[in-house]
């Protein structure tokens, strides 16, 4: 069937989504369309049959109270801890600074600490396995004004009204999209910049731990541990997960390695022949120790990429195959706060299959959507792994976005056009905010020199500054329009949200 006569023959004003990724940002938008009586199709790349990789997941009161309202909770508390704290020690074990847990009474929930594969599994659970078709990469995406198609690499295609890109930060959806757009001229100059990684987060999650070696993983409690160092760039922190598990990672500052993608500008060399990754600007000599790395002069044509050209590691499903232990042995011998164990403990009792690498960028773009395809998530904006938004962030632009699709009167074109802008006007703001309070904590727990340790003293010594600037973001509960609310248990009360425009006209909901 030719996308041009595909004709929808339903309610002018629903909408069928085909999904792109089943990550947490796609199942948790996937949940919350089925809720709505919408219709969708997930597209996933992998076959189900990888182990489980990654590291744990953070969530607090902003999607705990609408994980609460779409019937989640109870399965998330089951495989979850809440965070009493985070403390941050030197590799001898002594404590440098604490800072307390959330209060519960404050907003009605704690920080809960998840294995992220525990939290993908309890989505998955509730999406219907018929919506869900794995071994799909989408290799083509189309639209017209009558609607949407994402051709396989199987030869299938699929069909609906819009498109949500869920497919992480090295999204294809996002990829394709800017490539149309730069090619009619309407891309913005900030997203045609290539990508820059300067972040390495190594992770995994132990093997149950014994009770006599580790008393602390058997609480029913988590404090997250951080073990900072003077003499290097990176960190190492561990916190319990359920099951007796410990979550655990790196996370390292590396020199800047640059992606080019078919949208992008091209970098200005003095030898085209050699890799954009690792170059100085002005130099054609890898970055020596100590050097300030920034970005080089972007130009136009774009010159031809190099065969030799360095792997940036961008993608969850690559394990890890570096000598951890010869990276970064400075932290091996570390002492952990739990018990008798040290960080190397930690990584002999991982598989190691699941333990995986990513290189990250910490960067927003400018363009969400265009047309019938929007993007959510990591697609769209980039998080650092240090502040573990971005799974959190993922799933409000999902309740944001739906809700919006719901008070949609008619499935046209100009419609989702305003409700796209409608949702980047709602979230850029919030994630912006996300993204610089992350970049604060990430300077707070790798920055060298004097004014990164005033940063720790502060932060470290003026809790009370550090928890009333939390009301802002966790005051942030929103909730699913077109069903009943939660009741708010948090003193602190939620920030007033209207009920779906379908249901109540412009009633307030009073929380």
């Keep these: 069937m030719s996308l041009l006569t595909i004709s929808h023959k339903r309610d002018q004003a629903s909408v069928k989504a085909v999904i792109v990724g089943a990550g947490i940002a796609g199942l948790a938008i996937a949940i919350m369309m089925q809720l709505a009586d919408m219709e969708f199709e997930i597209l996933e790349r992998s076959t189900g049959d990888e182990p489980p990789m990654g590291s744990a997941v953070t969530l607090g009161p902003p999607v705990l109270r609408l994980l609460d309202q779409m019937g989640l909770l109870p399965q998330i508390e089951r495989a979850s801890k809440p965070v009493v704290g985070l403390t941050i020690i030197d590799g001898e074990g002594k404590r440098l600074g604490r800072v307390d847990g959330v209060e519960e009474d404050r907003y009605g929930y704690p920080i809960r600490a998840i294995a992220h594969h525990a939290l993908h599994r309890i989505l998955l659970d509730r999406v219907p396995k018929a919506n869900l078709h794995r071994g799909k990469l989408v290799v083509e995406t189309l639209q017209n004004p009558n609607g949407v198609s994402c051709k396989c690499s199987d030869g299938s295609t699929y069909y609906g009204d819009i498109i949500i890109g869920a497919d992480g930060p090295s999204?294809?959806?996002?990829?394709?999209?800017?490539?149309?757009?730069?090619?009619?001229?309407?891309?913005?100059?900030?997203?045609?910049?290539?990508?820059?990684?300067?972040?390495?987060?190594?992770?995994?999650?132990?093997?149950?731990?014994?009770?006599?070696?580790?008393?602390?993983?058997?609480?029913?409690?988590?404090?997250?541990?951080?073990?900072?160092?003077?003499?290097?760039?990176?960190?190492?922190?561990?916190?319990?997960?359920?099951?007796?598990?410990?979550?655990?990672?790196?996370?390292?500052?590396?020199?800047?390695?640059?992606?080019?993608?078919?949208?992008?500008?091209?970098?200005?060399?003095?030898?085209?022949?050699?890799?954009?990754?690792?170059?100085?600007?002005?130099?054609?000599?890898?970055?020596?120790?100590?050097?300030?790395?920034?970005?080089?002069?972007?130009?136009?044509?774009?010159?031809?990429?190099?065969?030799?050209?360095?792997?940036?590691?961008?993608?969850?499903?690559?394990?890890?195959?570096?000598?951890?232990?010869?990276?970064?042995?400075?932290?091996?011998?570390?002492?952990?706060?739990?018990?008798?164990?040290?960080?190397?403990?930690?990584?002999?009792?991982?598989?190691?299959k699941t333990i995986s690498v990513l290189e990250l960028e910490d960067r927003m773009c400018k363009t969400w959507y265009s047309g019938r395809i929007v993007l959510i998530g990591e697609a769209a904006h980039q998080h650092l792994v240090i502040g573990?938004?971005?799974?959190?962030?993922?799933?409000?632009?999902?309740?944001?976005?739906?809700?919006?699709?719901?008070?949609?009167?008619?499935?046209?074109?100009?419609?989702?056009?305003?409700?796209?802008?409608?949702?980047?006007?709602?979230?850029?703001?919030?994630?912006?905010?996300?993204?610089d309070e992350t970049s604060q904590v990430d300077k707070v727990f790798h920055g060298q020199g004097f004014k990164a340790g005033l940063m720790r003293k502060f932060m470290f010594n003026n809790a009370w500054s550090?928890?009333?600037?939390?009301?802002?973001?966790?005051?942030?509960?929103?909730?699913?329009?077109?069903?009943?609310?939660?009741?708010?248990?948090?003193?602190?009360?939620?920030?007033?949200q209207k009920i779906s425009s379908r249901l109540s006209g412009n009633r307030t909901f009073v929380n």
């Design 171 to 352: 999204s294809l959806t996002r990829e394709r999209m800017f490539k149309q757009l730069k090619d009619q001229g309407k891309l913005p100059d900030s997203d045609m910049e290539a990508s820059c990684y300067e972040h390495l987060c190594i992770g995994g999650i132990t093997n149950p731990l014994d009770q006599r070696d580790y008393p602390t993983a058997h609480d029913d409690t988590s404090e997250f541990q951080v073990i900072y160092t003077k003499e290097v760039p990176y960190t190492f922190w561990y916190m319990p997960v359920a099951e007796n598990r410990v979550a655990w990672g790196i996370c390292n500052i590396i020199p800047p390695k640059f992606k080019y993608h078919p949208y992008s500008h091209a970098f200005s060399l003095s030898d085209p022949s050699q890799t954009p990754e690792l170059f100085a600007p002005g130099s054609n000599r890898p970055f020596p120790a100590g050097s300030v790395p920034v970005r080089p002069q972007l130009l136009s044509p774009p010159i031809s990429r190099s065969p030799s050209q360095t792997k940036i590691l961008d993608d969850w499903f690559v394990s890890s195959t570096m000598n951890l232990e010869a990276q970064f042995k400075e932290v091996m011998d570390s002492r952990c706060l739990m018990g008798s164990g040290l960080v190397r403990d930690f990584l002999a009792n991982t598989p190691p």
């Design 388 to 435: 573990g938004q971005g799974a959190v962030q993922s799933m409000l632009d999902g309740v944001c976005l739906v809700n919006l699709l719901y008070d949609m009167e008619y499935n046209t074109p100009n419609e989702l056009t305003k409700a796209f802008k409608k949702y980047q006007s709602k979230r850029s703001g919030v994630v912006k905010t996300s993204m």
């Design 466 to 496: 550090f928890n009333m600037g939390n009301d802002k973001f966790n005051n942030n509960r929103p909730q699913l329009s077109f069903l009943p609310f939660v009741e708010d248990r948090g003193s602190s009360k939620a920030n007033r």
